[in-house]
Nanobody, 123 residues
Framework: QVQLVESGGGLVQAGGSLTISCAAS????????IGWFRQPPGKEREFAAR????????LYAHSVKGRFTISRDNAENTVYLQMNNLKPEDTAIYYC????????????????WGQGTQVTVSS
């Protein structure tokens, strides 16, 4: 079992950058694939990025590819999402989640979720 806590959200102007973090508890953190999902206001939760157990494989949603970078530090039990060139449409609650299912992007396959962190991009 793993517990996840996101941090680092906030208000940023369009074109700016922000890095959010996901800190995990538990000694088996490196056995989980970690995903970042986001839920814009009034919309369903959507996949943003995910990273493999060792960090050597990443995948991004088309909407964030080239602007967001996911990384992990297994020694620190932390996953990061660096977000550059932010746009107003990136405004959402960002959640990290963990799964042992595999390299999946479906939120239904992730077993553990954090409480979320709000990212707001002003135009």
């Amino acid at each position: 079992q793993v517990q996840l806590v996101e941090s680092g959200g906030g208000l940023v102007q369009a074109g700016g950058s922000l890095t959010i973090s996901c800190a995990a508890s538990g000694r088996t953190f490196s056995s989980y694939v970690i995903g970042w999902f986001r839920q814009p206001p009034g919309k369903e939760r959507e996949f943003a990025a995910r990273i493999s157990w060792s960090g050597d494989s990443t995948l991004y949603a088309h909407s964030v590819k080239g602007r967001f970078t996911i990384s992990r530090d297994n020694a620190e039990n932390t996953v990061y999402l660096q977000m550059n060139n932010l746009k107003p449409e990136d405004t959402a609650i960002y959640y990290c989640a963990a799964t042992r299912v595999g390299l999946t992007t479906s939120p239904r396959t992730y077993d553990y979720w954090g409480q979320g962190t709000q990212v707001t991009v002003s135009s």
